[in-house]
């Protein structure tokens, strides 16, 4: 009875810390949509037989353009860390498979049209696409661990109670 309250705890306790890590890395400065955040978190759950759960970050570098990206005179706006920042003669495109993101021209590439399959097209658009700091390195953030950690010590002892509390009534019934 007590591992399968604990392993429910620490599965509420996941998905809780889930949600808080979200928040956190957001709240750090990483200026993204919670949902964009939550899609690169995924959770290992606990049984009665495996006491261990955890928030497991993965992902690859975000794109800028979801960072608040703004055309401004200059180039393109984004606020990843600690404020706004302006990256000269950067654009927001959005390419023929409607992908939308912050572009660079890259220097000494040419525009070369080719025939592939008997079609012409374009190849070596000489553009490359800007990214941002990945999920992962936002959860690694010392501020982001310690809140985190907080969080985790506050909340758990209150859960673990109460699925035991839970428990408890069920059996007697």
Known sequence: MRDKATSGALNEMA??????AARGIRDAGYKVRVRTIKAGLSI????????????????????L???????TSRGV???????????SGAFIGVMPNGH?????????????????????????????????PSVPDGLANREVQDALQAFVAEKFP?????HHKWLASRRRR
């Open 15 to 20: 998905e809780q810390a889930k949600v808080a």
């Open 44 to 63: 290992s759950r606990a049984s009665p037989s495996k006491l261990r759960a955890a928030v497991i970050a993965r992902g690859q570098p975000i794109p």
């Open 65 to 71: 353009v979801e960072f608040s990206a703004r055309d």
């Open 77 to 87: 706006s984004v606020s990843v860390l600690h404020g706004r920042k302006t990256i």
């Open 100 to 132: 939308r993101g912050v572009f660079v021209r890259v220097e000494g590439a040419q525009h070369k049209k080719m025939k592939t399959r008997g079609k012409a097209s374009w190849h070596a658009l000489g553009i490359r696409e800007l990214f941002g």
């Open 158 to 162: 209150v859960l673990l109670e109460r």
